[in-house]
Every structure is written in structure tokens, then in C-alpha cells.
């Protein structure tokens, strides 16, 4: 009987974790954990900032719908990604090095958020088309690897000993 490799289960964490958000569009959750020893650093779901009203329950306007134009700059949502990194940062815990997992392809300004502050590598669930239009000027390289194609396993152990096929950098 086979157990579900270390991958598969940091994307579990961040789908149990996705099940917290209260928004109205989507649920996703991420999981932020150290590659070598899987320890889990941070969890974070899409929601409204702590302390504010929930986005299910109104807190979001954007989300509501209430808003004569819903642009994206206007929603009061956080994104998983940044949810897990703030929540990190607020308890003091580094984050450099440390994969995360997401239910999601992340937006492009999570990509350049956890590219600043040291995330090298995103593993993903759901499918990747929607990352071909991130690209950068110069080398066209933001230096984090995604993949939704990571195979780990008990046997496999830590991701610098998984195999590259199926990832990409952008």
C-alpha cells in the first residue's frame, strides 16, 4: 500500500486550508513548508484581512458584487499566498527557501511577492495555462519554478531529489 507522497500532502494542507475562505469567487488555500524537512512554516486561505468583516459576509464589495465595476484593485480580499507569507512574517518565522503549495495558479503579483521574499519553488494543483503570460522583462525569468507535475513520494523524499521533468521556470 502506497502513502501519499510529501507534495501531495502539503497540497492537501493548502485544500483543507482553502475550505476556511468565506469569498464568493473562489476558494484557495496555500501552504508554505521547508523542502528538506516538510515542516510546515504557514498556512493562509483568501479572505478579508484579520479583524475585518468576513468576505461572505459582506466584508468584500467587490466580491458581493455591490460595486459598479468590479476591478481587482478595489477587492479588500488577501490572496492565500499572501495570507500564508504575512501570517509567517506576523509570528516571525522566515520564509526564505521554503516551498509553497497552492490550490491555484498564483496571480502575478503573488509570483513577484514570493519571489522577493525568497519562496523558490511553487507546486500547484490545478493546471498551469493560465502562466504562460507570465513574463518579465530581460530573461523572461522570475526565478521561481512551478510545477503542478511534482511526483514526491515516501521513497523520494525531499524535493531537491524529485525530478524536474514538468516544471518550469518563468
Same mark, same amino acid.
Given at each position: 500500500?502506497?502513502?501519499?507522497?510529501?507534495?501531495?500532502?502539503?497540497?492537501?494542507?493548502?485544500?483543507?486550508?482553502?475550505?476556511?475562505?468565506?469569498?464568493?469567487?473562489?476558494?484557495?488555500?496555500?501552504?508554505?513548508?521547508?523542502?528538506?524537512?516538510?515542516?510546515?512554516?504557514?498556512?493562509?486561505?483568501?479572505?478579508?484581512?484579520?479583524?475585518?468583516?468576513?468576505?461572505?459576509?459582506?466584508?468584500?464589495?467587490?466580491?458581493?458584487?455591490?460595486?459598479?465595476?468590479?476591478?481587482?484593485?478595489?477587492?479588500?480580499? &488577501?490572496?492565500?499566498?499572501?495570507?500564508?507569507?504575512? &501570517?509567517?512574517?506576523?509570528?516571525?518565522?522566515?520564509?526564505?527557501?521554503?516551498?509553497?503549495?497552492?490550490?491555484?495558479?498564483?496571480?502575478?503579483?503573488?509570483?513577484?511577492?514570493?519571489?522577493?521574499?525568497?519562496?523558490?519553488?511553487?507546486?500547484?494543483?490545478?493546471?498551469?495555462?493560465?502562466?504562460?503570460?507570465?513574463?518579465?522583462?530581460?530573461?523572461?525569468?522570475?526565478?521561481?519554478?512551478?510545477?503542478?507535475?511534482?511526483?514526491?513520494?515516501?521513497?523520494?523524499?525531499?524535493?531537491?531529489? &524529485?525530478?524536474?521533468?514538468?516544471?518550469?521556470?518563468?
Amino acid at each position: 500500500m502506497s502513502r501519499p507522497g510529501w507534495t501531495d500532502r502539503m497540497l492537501e494542507a493548502a485544500l483543507l486550508w482553502s475550505k476556511w475562505s468565506t469569498c464568493k469567487r473562489k476558494h484557495v488555500g496555500a501552504a508554505i513548508f521547508v523542502p528538506r524537512t516538510w515542516a510546515v512554516i504557514s498556512l493562509g486561505y483568501n479572505d478579508t484581512p484579520t479583524g475585518w468583516k468576513d468576505c461572505g459576509d459582506g466584508g468584500c464589495d467587490v466580491c458581493a458584487g455591490d460595486m459598479a465595476t468590479s476591478l481587482y484593485l478595489d477587492c479588500q480580499c &488577501l490572496h492565500a499566498e499572501q495570507n500564508a507569507v504575512y &501570517l509567517a512574517a506576523r509570528y516571525g518565522s522566515s520564509v526564505e527557501g521554503c516551498w509553497i503549495a497552492t490550490t491555484h495558479p498564483p496571480c502575478m503579483s503573488c509570483v513577484k511577492m514570493l519571489t522577493q521574499v525568497g519562496i523558490t519553488d511553487i507546486v500547484m494543483e490545478k493546471d498551469m495555462d493560465a502562466l504562460e503570460s507570465y513574463q518579465t522583462p530581460g530573461d523572461g525569468r522570475t526565478g521561481v519554478k512551478m510545477s503542478n507535475e511534482y511526483q514526491g513520494t515516501e521513497e523520494q523524499g525531499k524535493p531537491s531529489d &524529485l525530478d524536474d521533468s514538468g516544471s518550469e521556470r518563468i
